[in-house]
């Protein structure tokens, strides 16, 4: 499932940085329940949640996205 690659990485971007779910989620504007659906892969983060995000964390959203999400172009 496509979702749960995106929440992996999120999630691991988010312990690299030492942010808690709770902390993340509080500076980005969602609720605690939002930010465990994406990082579950129940739920696909939005671009606005996704720009937050990366902004906080000081990745890109390349970085945060995967990388078989990357190159399709074809």
Same mark, same amino acid.
């Given at each position: 499932? &496509? /979702?749960?690659?995106? *929440?992996?990485?999120? %999630?691991?971007?988010?312990? @690299?940085?030492?942010? /808690?779910? !709770?902390? #993340?989620?509080?500076?980005?504007?969602? $609720?605690?329940? +939002?930010? *465990?659906?994406? !990082?579950?892969? $129940? %739920? #696909?983060? $939005?671009?606005?949640? @996704?720009?937050?995000? $990366? !902004?906080? #964390?000081?990745?890109? +959203? &390349? &970085? #945060?996205?995967?990388?078989? !999400?990357?190159?399709?172009?074809?």
């Amino acid at each position: 499932m &496509e /979702t749960d690659k995106w *929440g992996r990485r999120i %999630r691991a971007f988010r312990k @690299l940085k030492g942010y /808690t779910q !709770e902390g #993340l989620a509080k500076d980005i504007g969602v $609720s605690v329940s +939002v930010l *465990g659906e994406i !990082e579950r892969g $129940s %739920r #696909l983060p $939005s671009d606005h949640i @996704l720009v937050q995000i $990366s !902004e906080l #964390l000081n990745v890109s +959203v &390349e &970085e #945060l996205t995967p990388p078989d !999400e990357l190159g399709d172009e074809n």
